[in-house]
């Protein structure tokens, strides 16, 4: 075979291997262009969104602030006319006049300040195509746009991962190309055997002194949240040793790393789970959670955490509350860690108006199954609970929402101090009953503009409402979601899990008996380099020759490699 030949042929081999990886290479690239683009095209939304809340708010800001100028100019006429009713008026009543002229001219400069902002963010937002005077339907198209835009997001994400992972099998395979032509004509020496040998003894060690360094790490965190970890001496204590041990046992029995089991002890201990008893028990109900609403376990914990704190409860009937929001999973079309985020910001005003967390999460879930995300789902309760609750001291635009649904403020307001899941359902049926024209418009004085839609949407959903507080309240909830985790564990990626966590939890114990031995080995490498280093600096030309000579015989290596494996590709082609 000519030179020519030969080296045609090894041309073509290269195209062959490398031609699919370019061609993923370039597909990758178009597609992260379109996820840019995707994101680009959501933050843009999202400031939309961002200008249309911030607007409502100003309109409410100087609507309150136009009350009180409005409020305050009126008391300033009255105190002249009693002022000029009397012949000789009292140092008071000129003090009085002073200060309410003063407080008169604040708000009146506020009130012109907000209407400043508002006319910018009005402008600002005409120019991104938003009329403020249809905000509503921009709202709802913007909505849409988010959604649509989300979903590309996701779409072109998911795209993007396959693509890299058809990549990495590439060049795992580009790989296995390569080692399978060297390994073809290596001429295996005493040096290289003796180095393989070596190895492939040591990587057992190498993998357990791994896995202990990271199980320490783990255990230094959780320690620094742990009460009683260390004794008067700086070692761990028994209690926390054998609380150790029960991490590592339900690792082996619940499909969780032993690494974040230690993580979710972390979190809960770091909001204020105390006593290995309760920090086990919340532990095991944390790791449930975390495999059947798949979050990361440390934040899963501290949200179960604060959740438990806010609501009063108590860790062993911490299984409820993960059963209740995993029911509601199951059986709605809201996610657990949203039902998570909405009890968490709606937890102050709930539990004030004496909501449980069983009725709390089914507003959120229910909210969320109508489409409203987490942060919509959980300010608009919030509202309905204010609104409701105060309902004696608001303003006369609320009070006409009342008549419009023929209920009572006081009545309204003394029922939300004893049933507030009941008293709102009863407002959202007189809402239901009005005729459509009237339902938003009553809403909307009820609840404000910002949250008035939202309201009649969920009076016209009453029945949803209704099934997913049944659901929240229901008794097959009770124990669902060890069932649903009983069920996981079935599964093989399941059973390898815990069988990994076994593995782990061997090698980590093994090496953390031989700590002080590696201690000594490494402190003895560390002696040995320092004394190279103080070698060298006392003998330079030495030195300098030594490292010109490997440097050589480097160079003559790379040389023969390259002619050995110019030998092996005609010798490999002569064959083909």
């Known amino acids: 075979m000519s030179d ?27 597609t992260a262009k379109a996820l840019k683009a995707a994101r680009d095209r959501l933050r843009e939304l999202e400031q939309q969104q961002g200008q249309m809340t911030a607007f409502r708010n100003l309109a409410r800001d100087a609507k309150i602030t136009e009350n009180q100028l409005a409020s305050t100019q009126s ?25 309410l002229k003063r407080k008169g001219s604040d708000l009146k400069d506020s009130y012109n300040e907000i209407i400043q902002k508002q006319q910018a963010l009005r402008t600002s937002m005409a120019e991104n195509g938003v009329s403020t005077a249809d905000l509503n339907r921009h709202q709802q198209s913007l909505k849409s746009d988010m959604a649509a835009a989300t979903a590309e997001v996701e779409k072109q994400t998911q795209a993007l991962q396959r693509q890299n992972k058809t990549q990495q099998a590439m060049r795992a395979a580009r790989a296995e190309y390569d080692r399978g032509i060297e390994m073809r004509n290596r001429i295996a020496g005493a040096g ?103 979050l990361p376990a440390s934040e899963i914990a501290m949200d179960m955490g604060k959740i438990a704190d806010l609501y009063k409860i108590p860790i062993k009937e911490i299984r409820e509350l993960g059963d209740t929001i995993n029911w509601l999973d199951d059986n709605a079309q809201s996610q657990g860690g949203d039902i998570i985020k909405v009890l968490q910001r709606i937890a102050g005003i709930a539990t004030t108006a004496g909501m449980n967390f069983r009725d709390a999460a089914a507003f959120g879930s229910t909210f969320l199954s109508l489409g409203a995300t987490e942060e919509t789902a959980a ?10 609750g105060v309902a004696r001291m608001q303003s006369k ?91 996981r564990n079935q599964g093989l990626s399941s059973q390898w899990e815990m069988t990994k966590n076994a593995l782990f939890n061997t090698d980590s114990s093994l090496s953390e008996n031989l700590k002080p031995a590696l201690i000594d080995i490494m402190t003895t490498i560390r002696e040995v380099t320092v004394a190279v280093r103080d070698w060298t600096a006392e003998h330079p030309v030495l030195t300098a020759y030594l490292v010109k000579g490997t440097a050589a015989l480097a160079i003559l290596t790379i040389g023969l490699g390259a002619l050995m494996l110019a030998i092996a590709a005609s010798w490999g082609h002569c064959c083909c």
Do not use: C, H, W
């Not at 045609?8 to 081999?13: A, G, I, K, M, P």
């Not at 000029?84 to 000129?94: D, R, Y």
């Open 75 to 99: 008391s300033i006429a009255r105190l002249i006319q009693e002022i000029q009713a009397t012949n000789t008026p009292s140092k008071a009543m000129v003090k009085e006049l002073e200060n």
């Open 379 to 388: 300010t608009a309760t919030n509202a309905m609970i204010r609104e409701l």
């Open 4 to 30: 020519k030949l030969k080296l045609e042929v090894l041309l073509s081999l290269v195209n062959k291997v490398t031609a699919p990886m370019k061609a993923i290479t370039r597909e990758s690239s178009t």
């Open 397 to 487: 635009r609320f009070q006409e929402g009342m008549g419009m649904v023929g209920l009572d403020s006081n009545i309204i307001q003394s029922s939300m101090a004893k049933d507030s899941t009941g008293t709102i359902i009863k407002v959202l049926e007189a809402l239901k009953t009005l005729p459509k024209d009237q339902q938003l418009e009553a809403a909307t004085r009820l609840f404000g503009k910002e949250y008035g839609d939202d309201a009649s949407k969920l009076a016209q959903n009453i029945g949803e409402l209704r099934r997913q507080l049944k659901l929240a309240n229901d008794e097959e909830a009770r124990g669902s979601m060890l069932r649903e985790s009983q069920r």
């Open 192 to 294: 290289a055997t003796t180095l393989a040998a070596g190895v492939a003894m040591g990587a057992p060690l190498i993998k357990g002194v791994r896995d202990f360094a990271t199980l320490e790490d783990a255990r230094i965190g959780l320690a620094k949240q742990f009460d009683g970890a260390y004794d008067a001496n700086e070692r761990l204590t028994r209690q926390f040793l054998d609380f150790e041990k029960v991490l590592m046992s339900m690792a082996e029995r619940l499909p969780l790393t032993t690494v974040e089991m230690y993580a979710l002890a972390e979190g809960a201990a770091r909001m204020g789970v105390k006593g290995s008893a309760d920090l086990a028990r919340f532990t095991e109900q944390a790791a449930i959670m975390q495999a059947a609403f798949d």
